[in-house]
């Protein structure tokens, strides 16, 4: 409804596009114009100069309650903490540190001043961890859920900015930590909702599952393995993180630095308790460290001359090998057959 | 609801704070710990210090449909280009210039692409206009309607930056342009919407107003009269943009200056349009000047050695000055008679 005749528009769901489409729609077109903008949309952080010893990182991240969470589930605490999180976990990506961020909230009358306060208690203990300053922000109301917006800006060493541009032909792939398993605590979460929708008197069966759970519910930013490769000498030729999914991942970097990327099963990073977790709930371990989502490690290329430092550190797994454009991006299974990596990831639009 | 037993909060209504109080109460104990950051929560801009030859800006502002926009009058792109236009003016009221945005988004399945092309329409003029670099953003789905955060960076040189803090007893007390038209531009156009409600076929009656809906529809951050306070040499003891309106502008300076302010009624910028508009309306034209906000002008005050040079030019206007803080904060009507200011500005929370 508008009061304006002239308001007609066509009609094109967004879906035609998905999140990605829908961004490259919008920006294609646009450059920047200030000399100090160095990279604009496109990686996981905007890179700005300003004349300092220093870049300069921003980027922004927006949660929106029962599209990226469920407060059913959720402790407003653990909320607050992951948001801030996410966002730093953004900055890792670039291989930077962040510094600051600012936190707008919208919140419907629903949420008590308490609420609020257990929020934000969650942001505070993850700036504390995270060595971030609280600089501003904005609260407001809103007409229906929770909705918040956290912008975070940081800093890394000129030398040392990681895009997601730059992986070279034989580099290897390499992944932090292991995947999976914040997928799977969703899935037990989501399960455990619907029991106790069935019978509000059952308490939610949740044990067992405590590492699952926490990497679903208290999602931590890879900080301290950015000093990690810094202390290794290792500056990755490109990396991001893996929010979206392994494979999402994969095709981001290869497209971004024009080559192709092998990955393998049996070199994935999956946890004992995950793959236990896995079948038990009689999904597959793979499918959920390929697509899962929310995992916040990192995904980088090392020049293969880096091998010899980074084998011997649990923290890392060397999971591929980029290769020539023209091979494009494949997984193969143990089987040794080779499947070409199409885009499955975890997409918050199509949700 | 929640599966977790021990979520048991109090429950605190918010409007026993307000959008202010509750900020205070979130923020009152936090102490930022990096040194870049030079000042946090509580001004119209977080002051960042990244050793360049200048000190970075940077403030955010989440709009949310139906609380701050009301999309039946609102066309997308003239919201789109608002949106960036009130980061800006947050910059501006630090007496800095933007630099880069970023935009996020959460829309519902309502808004087709064709939509979100408009707005960002709009938010690429205000780039263009403002010479703001978009350096990034997400885009996700809400389960309502349309959201928008935009966080802004800008750039101060050092000696320049002005904060709410800083204002000298004796200074003058400037107002930018003039005043209430954006609030009668608001009335306007809730009074079209109401008689299209009733009577779908009737145009709306928009003749004449041209104006007090520009002023609304359009807002401009004012961008040019930081370049001519520069020009002049001034640099403003205090500084904020008028937003809320300006009642709750003097309270934010006089408080954080810790000063009393007194403004008359007589020397209140108000264009010949609005008092005729606010008549037709049966409206006070003073009381929304006072307390009509988003006409996003500065409020500063300077040094009573400047009055010379401001004197002569019609973008400024001499409304008052500044007292001891035991004075309080007065407005003096056109009867010579004194009247203490309180909050009545425009609170987004309470709306």
Redesign the interface.
Known sequence: ?????D?K?????????G?FG??D???KS?K???K??L???GDD??V?D?????L?L?????L?????FD???T?LKHLGYKAVAVNVSDICAMNGKA??I?V????S?R????????L?SGI?LACEKY???????????????L?I?I?V?G?VEKEKVCYRKGANIHDLVVCTGDLGAAYLGLQI?KR??EI?LENPGV??DLQGNDYALERQLKAEACTKLIDVLDELKIVPTSMIDVSDGLTSEVLHLSKQSEVGITIYEDKLPIDHTTMNLAKEMKLNPVFCALNGGEDYELLFTISQEHYEKIKKDIDFTVIGYVTDKSEGNNFVTKDNTSHPITAQGWD??K?
Do not use: R, W
């Open positions: 409804m508008s009061i304006f005749e308001n528009l066509q009609n094109t769901d967004v879906s035609e596009l999140e829908l961004i729609h919008i920006t646009y920047c114009k200030n100090g903008s990279k604009g949309v952080a905007a700005l300003f004349s300092g010893d220093k300069q921003l980027s922004t991240d927006m929106v309650e029962n599209i990226h407060l059913s589930y402790p510094t600051q600012t707008s909230i919208a919140f009358n949420f008590p001043i308490e609420a609020i306060e257990e934000y505070y060595n971030v300053d609280l600089v501003g922000g904005d609260t407001t109301s809103s007409t229906s859920g909705i917006s912008s800006v800093e979460l455990e909702k106790f308490q939610p918050p639009i949700k």
